[in-house]
């Protein structure tokens, strides 16, 4: 059985409990802090997805709503939470799919919430080029760009190590060949 330390004042060793682990966030992590830290690097996320700019904000903004400060407190992976979410509300856009059509708002201090994911040129053409790969090398090549490892996306995608680790070879040698860093039939 393993232990755990024992608090202060407690001579005897803690045992560990019965049953799912929850690891307690630290009083100083804020939904603020997680909202602002998880936010832009959804919205990547989303756009290696296929979203757009606008899409993948508002998906992104729909997920972390999901988990309202109550609740994020209480998941054992929020961030891969997070992802499947914000797919899902991404791809429920669809449905009600349309460009917005004047600027948009600043939020309080003067920040446009788009000019956070307003990508270069060169980041762009790198958008693009995930965007064309089918979407099962998207999908885990875009796990994979968030940081995840393959057995956290077998996991995550419900799919074998071995699938993961096929569709991440094929997907980065198609994005070589879609960005023109290697020869190779290019998709049209």
């Known amino acids: 059985m393993s232990e ?3 608090p202060a004042g407690h001579t ?6 019965a049953g799912p682990v929850v690891v307690p966030r630290r009083q100083t992590d804020t939904f603020d802090t997680f909202y602002s830290a998880e936010k832009k690097h959804l919205v990547k996320f989303l756009m290696y997805q296929g979203a757009s700019e606008f899409e993948a904000d508002d998906a992104a903004h729909s997920a972390l709503l999901a988990v ?5 407190k209480t998941l054992s992976s929020p961030r891969a939470y997070l992802r499947k ?3 899902r509300c991404y791809l429920k856009q669809n449905d009600r799919k349309q460009e917005p059509t004047g600027e948009m708002p600043d939020l309080p201090g003067g920040l446009c919430p788009i000019n956070r994911v307003l990508l270069s040129e060169e980041a762009a053409a790198v958008v693009d080029a995930i965007r064309q790969l089918p979407p099962a090398q998207r999908s885990v090549l ?6 995840f490892s393959t057995a956290e996306i077998a996991s995550e ?4 190590h071995a699938a993961v680790r096929q569709n991440l070879a094929r997907a980065r040698r198609q ?14």
Not at 12 to 17: A, E, I, S, T
Not at 68 to 72: A, G, H, K, S
Not at 142 to 147: I, M, P, Q, T, Y
């Open 157 to 160: 995608l419900k799919q074998t």
């Open 85 to 87: 979410t914000a797919l």
């Open 4 to 6: 755990f330390p024992a």
């Open 175 to 188: 994005l070589k060949i879609n960005l023109g860093l290697e020869e190779g039939e290019t998709r049209e």
């Open 12 to 17: 005897g060793p803690r045992h560990q409990p």
């Open 68 to 72: 309202l400060p109550d609740r994020w």
């Open 142 to 147: 875009a796990w994979s760009l968030d940081g």
